[in-house]
C-alpha cells in the first residue's frame, strides 16, 4: 500500500517530515520552500527571468500570461547532479484560476526543466543520475512527485501519493 503523510504548517511555511513509500522505495523530505515565501526576483534576476514561460519583461517589471505584473519569488537551489545552481521561480498569479501560482525550475543554463502550477516545492531525498526527485504542493490531498530523466533533461512524473 501507498502512503504519505505530509503535515504542512502554512503559516510557517515549513513542512515537517514527509515519508512516503512505494514497491520499497522510501521518500524522505530534505527541504521544502513555499513559492510565496521565496524572496523577491531583483534586477540580477533579469537573465532568469527571460526564460520562464509566461513571463514579459516590460518597463515596470515583468508581467505574466494575463497581463498582471506581481511580486515574482527567485531562489538558487543545489538539486544535485546536473542540477547544481539550479533556480526556481514562483509567480503567485496561475491566471487561470486554480489555487497557487506558477513554479518553474531552471538549470543553471536557464533551460526550463519544469513549470506548472504549485504552491511550494520539496526537495526529496531520493535521487536519479545524482539529481533530486521533486515534490510539488498542489492543492488537495495528493502529492505528486517528479524524477529526473536525464536524456529528456526534465523532470517526469513518477507518481501521486494520497494525503
Known sequence: MTTLSLMLCAASGLVSTAHAQDAGTTFHELKSYLGSD???????????????PDLEKTAHGYKNACGNR?????????????????TVTYDPDSCWGQTGGELT??????R????????DITILSTTQDGVHDLSFG???????????????HQYKFLKTFQG
Open 38 to 52: 521565496l524572496p523577491v526576483a531583483t534586477a540580477k534576476d533579469d537573465a532568469v527571468l527571460r526564460h520562464v
Open 70 to 86: 506581481n511580486r515574482i519569488g527567485v531562489l538558487h537551489l543545489d538539486l544535485g547532479g546536473v542540477l547544481q545552481g539550479a
Open 105 to 110: 525550475v531552471l538549470d543553471r543554463n536557464n
Open 112 to 119: 526550463v526543466v519544469w513549470h506548472n502550477g504549485a504552491v
Open 138 to 152: 498542489q492543492p488537495g490531498s495528493t502529492q505528486p512527485v517528479w524524477r529526473w530523466d536525464g536524456p529528456t
